[in-house]
């Protein structure tokens, strides 16, 4: 099925969760990131079990702080 | 109030643009704008809101300057190493334009003192560089209805948004909580190029200048983020059902404001 990840189309197999997700495309620090599909905010404790449905529209938002620190 | 002929020729650039004109640039001389940090973000926002004529703008920050500042924080200058930023910065932004009332708070915000810092303000700039001050400088808008712009910088990336009382998410739908101290296995510095915080400070001070002028449509709503590698900004619509935030929805849990620790890092830059 096709899904838009951060404004690009991608072929993923049908009932991808939130979770397999954010490991193929290589999220690095999953915990900490909100993730939106089409108008909602999906829990984090929701990220194993939300099944993505065609023509899904993905947004991962990460924490920016400033240049002093990172958090891996 | 009218102009003088010296403000007449300093704003001349503003008045001839029919967004803004006589009657924004005296919104502008008028409005009061608080800068949270002096830093990467607050120098460039501080200089073009004092640049632009901002009456009064506010400086908050506990730090002084240090020789590793200079590289980005543009409101400071090498003779200035020692001096408190928040010094530094209001002796800047009074070199520019000695229209501007700067007031100075050369400490940390913290619970105790951010909700009588900001209630005499219009328009509060986030620009810290941790996340503790962040959700403060949030909490403490939504409780006291202060709109505010939220940005953060790390390497080569940027982000932005705009939160107006009543009108979208606040940082804290976004981000619902500082990511864990005791959680955090381990920290490094980031680095960060000195010209993004050009860029996304200079963005805030742009939010400002409209929010003040009650011109264009702001960032409420979105979160813009900028990738200076690959040179792409997004502007990302974030979802609009607040009403289970805890702090901004519609039953609030969060109702003080909490202090919360800054994640230990290896040696400070």
Redesign the interface.
């Known amino acids: 099925m096709k899904i838009i990840v951060?404004?690009e189309a991608k072929e993923v197999k049908d009932g991808l969760t939130i979770a397999q997700l954010l490991i193929d495309e290589q999220v690095e620090t999953p915990?900490?990131v909100?993730v939106?599909v089409n108008?909602?905010?999906i829990d984090s404790s929701k990220f194993e079990i939300t099944n993505l449905q065609e023509n899904d529209t993905v947004?991962f938002?990460?924490?920016?702080?400033?240049?002093?620190?990172?958090?891996? | 109030m009218s102009f003088t002929n010296e403000q007449l020729e300093r704003y001349s650039r503003h008045i001839i643009l029919k967004e803004i004109g006589a009657k924004g640039q005296k919104k502008l001389l008028n409005a009061k704008v608080l800068i949270i940090g002096a830093g990467g973000l607050g120098a460039p926002t501080a200089m073009y809101l004092a640049a632009a004529g901002v009456g009064t703008i506010g400086i908050a920050d506990a730090d002084e300057v240090d020789l590793s500042n200079l590289q980005r924080q543009i409101i400071h200058a090498t003779k200035d190493l020692g001096k408190p930023k928040v010094q530094s910065a209001k002796e800047t932004m009074n070199d520019l334009n000695p229209d501007v009332q700067v007031n100075t708070y050369h400490t940390f915000m913290t619970s105790e003192n951010i909700r009588e810092i900001i209630r005499d303000y219009d328009f509060v700039i986030d620009g810290t560089d941790n996340f503790p001050a962040k959700f403060l400088i949030n909490d403490a808008c939504v409780m006291e209805k202060k709109p505010f712009s939220h940005a953060g910088i790390i390497r080569f990336k940027g982000q932005l948004m705009t939160y107006v009382p009543g009108e979208g998410p606040c940082y804290r739908c976004v981000f619902k909580d500082p990511p864990p101290k005791d959680a955090v296995p381990t920290c490094k510095q980031a680095g960060v190029v000195g010209a993004m915080g050009g860029v996304i400070g200079s963005l805030q001070a742009m939010e400002a200048i409209k929010y003040i002028v009650g011109k264009g449509q702001l960032l409420t709503g979105y979160l813009l983020t900028y990738d200076a590698l690959t040179m792409e900004f997004r502007k990302i619509k974030l979802p609009h059902n607040t009403e289970n935030c805890p702090v901004c929805g519609t039953h609030p849990t969060i109702t003080q404001l909490i202090d919360y620790e800054q994640a230990e890092c290896d040696g400070a830059l």
């Open positions: 951060a404004g915990e900490y909100t939106t108008d909602d905010f947004e938002l990460y924490y920016m702080g400033g240049g002093r620190y990172v958090v891996y």
